[in-house]
């Protein structure tokens, strides 16, 4: 079937499968890389975007569903912010608490964390807990908590 | 005698070589080998008990260093400390300098370097112009450098890193001293300048050319630590803004021109072969464009992954399981069992005479002690992309061992290990997952093996990709292990004699001895083979081993009455630094101290690759007798500290990768097969289970110890003898989740008392 949607603000239109997940039409058909594959069953985040806004696990969404959206990957995040920034203010603080180890997780846990703060500005421990089910294997969670804290309280 | 001759001599522990750029700069190459820690990839990355290392220093025109670092950073932070530790010696300023891995497409820091001097083509750029012919010869014996065994830093830094660096000051200030006319000694290296008293001053850059005209000092003077100003500060590493916007490249990442993608299909039951499949539907499919048989099933080749595993899933195949379907975990316990009741073992450690030990003691206590496998469930799953044309092959992997994976792939191939190029790529995490290494290729096949197996087949680059199903089935997993222990105590209640039998020695050597003063002691092991594939995961033997032997030291702390701090405080009064770091742990958790109601201390300690580490977890249970760990305080002896953020980055992921095997980490085999397959049923500790991590280092002077495993063996034990205090209930088995430690309303009052 033929699919539209725009990307970080670019229109595309993919005659593809309609069950394909949009996390292998951004990789494999769009060459958009920073969106990571992690469990392909949504159960691990590694795959977080936004589409129209909201985090949602892209190796779980058909493209059929997505049809018309407007989609930000990891890669579109910063112009997201505010297009004079080469960083949005959650990138900046990921790399002030040097949160990063392996960094696979991270574009997932960066759309989650951004998701949440612009519904939330001020996540209590709980609502972060609640809602950042993402998996780091490195063992990220302490400094993406700190890192979330710092963009709260500034 | 000639550096040719030089490097003829088996004796040489020690190389360096230097020689100036066509621009204008510096090329200094440091090369050492040494003893090898006893590991199975030291032994194959290198010759038997022989590990050599190779360290590439560049000054450029701009009086920018680069420092070439060959080493896979998988997080853990060691290209950016590495090169701090040159930076240091040499009085580099460190906004000068750049930390990059050893470069990828020319296969920089081994011998295809050698090789290119020899021919005259595909130099490097960045290293046209150097011909000094001792660099073929040097090449030759460089390896890349396995990554594991926490040695980066110790092996490495402290061997190639400090050297090169101080090798590189010495030449630079004798090219200044010659230049003016003064002594060297009257010169003073410092941020990227050498200056000399009467005013004269150069940058690095200036002195470079003259520099590469000198001989390279035989033993380079190292800093005083009381000097230094990069080494131990909380440096930002170079690797994460590429982390933090979608540009950092890890091996699954790699495209190429016409790549086509491939997803397997894998018999459940290990040593399983392929009897028939239908590939006609397969082929059908839109984008699928070949199926190739695997050992143990097929891959599937298509112009997308997710057509490829769709496809893959949908092929109709039939496996013989060739008996080993009867493999259980119950079946393997039983052969664990027997083998330790048969004591047909081999020696560990024998101190004393235990036999008599235990005759002679008040009492004696008996405990058996089990470990499930684990996977390492990295979180990029597995992946390799090859190409094979025109009599040559190309792989890009993230991988711990660049050259063993060069080597396999040749091997696989059938193309000379000249004609592979290895382009390493950032891993996605390793934890020892990503070592490719196998006790038999037909044994236990890679995705290494396969990718290239595939490649043969396909006149494209080909990316293998295996789903998380995949990895958590085809895992090389740490093994399932039982320890049985026998130990007899005196009327106090302390150890004289510590009986040990347990199944499968694996690395390191020293994983399952105790520091604790026992005067016999007999610690043997027992052979148990399985057809489940094996492979180092984070800290090896120490995991199972610190579980096993801290829990059950608690638990003769409980037998006699005793704090289990001061329990083991008596115990290694013999051993200052051990003593030191447990005090220290004590003093800052607050050991002895109230807790809220339902909240218990428990304490565990372990030196695995030269540093010690305590940790004590604060837990409490829920009440669905979940286990929840509030705090844990850690205190690590590494002897020194090259970068202080990074160092505790490591003890945090450490702990938390230690939580996820103690909380929940299993994997059980039936029917041959692993019956986990993806996170929902092989959980991970998440962000609503982390403890707060407080983190403290003793800088004991002490050899320079490892940071990237140390942290995660001690958890397990620190949570399970915490839930003992308050449940009553002594976990001998781990993953906790399986054990009902639903509180009793009486215990938990007594706990709180």
């Known amino acids: 079937m033929s699919v539209s949607f725009t990307v970080n603000g670019v229109s595309h239109t993919l ?69 004079a920034e080469k960083l949005a203010p959650i990138q ?21 964390v951004s998701a949440l703060l612009s519904e939330n500005p001020n996540p209590s421990d709980a609502e972060i807990d609640e809602t950042i089910t993402n998996v780091c294997r490195c063992g990220t969670y302490p400094r993406i908590r700190a890192a979330i804290h710092s963009l709260s309280n500034a | 005698m000639t550096i040719i001759e030089k490097l003829k001599n088996p004796t040489r522990r020690q190389l360096i070589v230097a020689g100036g750029l066509a621009t204008g700069g510096l090329l200094l190459g440091y090369a050492f080998s040494g003893p090898s820690r006893q590991t199975l990839a030291n032994r194959a990355a290198s010759g038997e008990g022989e ?26 932070g060691v290209i950016t400390a590495l090169a701090m530790m040159a930076a240091e010696e040499m009085e580099a300023d460190w906004s000068l300098v750049r930390p990059e891995q050893a470069p990828a497409e020319t296969a920089f820091a081994n011998e295809n370097l050698g090789l290119n001097f020899t021919d005259g083509v595909n130099i490097p750029r960045l290293l046209q112009g150097v011909t000094d012919a001792a660099f073929v010869k040097l090449s030759q014996f460089m390896s890349l450098q396995v990554t594991g065994g926490s040695s980066s830093v110790r092996f490495t830094g402290e061997h190639g ?10 030449m630079l200030i004798r090219a200044a001293a010659n230049r003016w006319g003064v002594p060297a000694s009257e010169c003073t290296a410092k941020l990227s300048h050498v200056t000399h008293p009467s005013g004269k001053s150069a940058t690095f850059a200036e002195l470079a050319s003259d520099a590469a005209e000198l001989s390279p000092p035989s033993t380079p003077v190292l800093k005083a630590k009381s000097d230094y100003t990069i080494v131990g500060k909380p440096i930002p590493r170079a690797d994460i803004p590429a982390k933090v916007d979608g540009t950092a490249v890890y091996g699954v990442d790699i495209r190429q021109p016409g790549q086509l993608y491939a997803a397997v299909r894998l018999a459940p039951t290990f040593g399983s072969e392929v009897v028939s499949y239908d590939a006609e539907p397969i082929l059908a499919r839109r984008g699928v464009k070949k199926i190739v048989p695997i050992p143990g099933g097929v891959a599937v080749v298509a112009d997308n992954f997710w057509r490829a595993k769709e496809a893959a899933a949908a092929l109709d195949i039939t496996f013989d399981t060739k008996g080993n379907e009867k493999l259980s975990m119950a079946s393997l316990y039983a052969e664990h069992d027997a083998a330790i009741a048969a004591d047909d073992s081999n020696e560990d450690v024998e101190k004393g005479d235990v036999a008599t030990g235990l005759a002679n003691a008040a009492s004696t206590k008996q405990a058996t002690y089990r470990v499930p496998f684990l996977a390492h469930a990295c979180m990029e799953p597995m992946n390799c992309t090859v190409w094979i044309r025109d009599g040559k092959v190309d792989v890009w992997v993230g991988s711990q061992d660049a050259l063993g994976t060069r080597a396999r792939v040749a091997e696989v191939s ?117 057809i489940v594939p094996r492979g180092p995961w984070r800290s ?17 702390a409980h037998d006699a009455g005793m704090d289990p701090f001061e329990y083991r405080r008596e115990l290694l009064k013999d051993e200052p630094r051990h003593l030191a770091v447990l005090e220290t742990v004590a003093e800052k958790a607050g050991w002895g101290t109230p807790l809220p109601k339902g909240r218990a201390r428990g304490i565990a300690i372990q030196k695995s690759f030269k540093t010690i580490v305590a940790e004590v977890a604060e837990v409490s249970l829920g009440a669905d007798g979940a286990v929840k760990v509030h ?48 996170f929902p049923d092989y959980e991970m500790v998440r962000m609503s289970d982390v ?46 989740k399986n054990h009902d430690l639903t509180p009793k309303a009486d215990k938990l009052a007594s706990a709180a008392e």
Not at chain 2, 58 to 71: C, F, L
Not at chain 2, 446 to 458: G, P, Q, R, Y
Not at chain 2, 656 to 676: M, S, W
Request: hydrophobic fraction near 40%; charged fraction near 20%.
């Open chain 1, 15 to 83: 005659d593809v499968e309609g069950e394909m997940p949009l996390l292998w039409a951004l990789r494999n058909e769009l060459g958009l890389n920073g969106t990571k594959f992690g469990c392909g069953v949504a159960a691990c985040g590694a795959c977080t975007v936004h589409v129209n806004g909201e985090a949602m696990r892209s190796c779980s969404t058909p493209v059929s569903s997505v049809d018309g959206a407007a989609i930000t990957t990891i890669e579109g995040l910063a112009a997201a912010h505010g297009a």
């Open chain 1, 92 to 112: 900046a603080a990921w790399i002030e608490h040097q949160v990063p180890q392996c960094g696979y997780c991270q574009s997932g846990m960066l759309m989650a």
């Open chain 2, 51 to 76: 590990q050599m290392m190779a360290t590439w220093i560049k000054i450029s025109p701009d009086n920018t260093v680069t420092v070439y670092v060959p080493h896979s950073d998988m997080g853990q």
């Open chain 2, 161 to 170: 890193m400090r050297p090169a660096g101080a090798a590189a000051k010495d």
């Open chain 2, 414 to 530: 059938g193309v000379d290990f000249d004609n592979v190029t290895m382009h390493p790529l950032l891993l996605g995490g390793g934890f020892g997952r990503r070592i490719p290494l196998r006790s038999g290729f037909f044994d236990f096949p890679s995705e290494i093996d396969f990718a290239t197996l595939i490649a043969k087949e396909v006149d494209a680059p080909v990316q293998l990709l295996y789903t998380r199903e995949d990895d958590i089935q085809h895992d090389a997993y740490r093994i399932a292990v039982t320890s049985s222990f026998t130990v007899g105590v005196d009327e106090k209640g302390m150890p004289v004699a510590w009986k040990n039998r347990y199944t499968i020695k694996d690395d390191p050597d020293e994983a399952a001895h105790i520091p604790y003063g026992v005067a016999d002691q007999s610690i043997r092991y027992t052979d148990s083979q399985s």
């Open chain 2, 540 to 556: 090896v033997a120490h995991t199972q081993h610190t579980f096993f032997n801290e829990s059950f030291i608690d638990e003769l």
């Open chain 2, 631 to 678: 705090k844990v305080t850690a205190v690590v002896d590494c002897g020194e500290v090259i970068n202080s953020d990074t160092a505790r980055q490591q003890v945090e992921s450490g702990i938390i990768f230690g939580l996820t095997a103690a909380l929940y980490g299993e994997i059980t085999i039936a029917d041959g097969a692993v019956e986990q397959s993806n």
């Open chain 2, 691 to 736: 403890p707060e991590i407080d983190v403290h280092f003793i800088e004991s002077g002490a050899e320079i110890g490892g940071l990237g495993e140390p942290a995660t063996p001690v958890i397990s034990a620190a949570v399970a003898n915490a839930v003992f205090t308050i449940s009553g209930k002594r976990v001998r088995e781990l993953p906790l």
